[in-house]
């Protein structure tokens, strides 16, 4: 049984910086690309950024570009979101994806 389990969130002044964690099992972590999607309170759920299995190769949301980086440490089966430079309208619920499993999802709260 897979699980993804986020940690990280919070609330931050606009500006300032966190970093998402999401700890998966279940599965050989190594060989899944990772993902992180966001949604906004009362909006649709948004693609933020993915990783590939090897961490060789990542994307971003134009939204995000230059501020966030994922990463992954296959060792520790988890993968990361280091947001900096944040802004108000990053405040989502931040959800951590693999395939079709999706964690619980991290509060991020962004004031101004």
């Known amino acids: 049984q897979v699980q993804l389990v986020e940690s990280g969130g919070g609330l931050v002044q606009a500006g300032g910086s966190l970093r998402l964690s999401c700890a998966a099992s279940?599965?050989?972590?190594?060989?899944?690309?990772m993902g992180w999607f966001r949604r906004a309170p009362g909006k649709e759920l948004n693609f933020v950024a993915r990783?590939?299995?090897?961490?060789?190769?990542?994307s971003y949301a134009d939204s995000v570009k230059g501020r966030f980086t994922i990463s992954r440490d296959n060792a520790k089966n988890t993968v990361y979101l280091q947001m900096n430079s944040l802004k108000p309208e990053d405040t989502a619920v931040y959800y951590c994806?693999?395939?079709?499993?999706w964690g619980q999802g991290t509060q991020v709260t962004v004031s101004s």
């Open positions: 990783i590939t299995g090897s961490g060789g190769i990542t």
């Open positions: 994806n693999s395939d079709s499993h």
């Open positions: 279940g599965r050989t972590f190594s060989m899944y690309a």
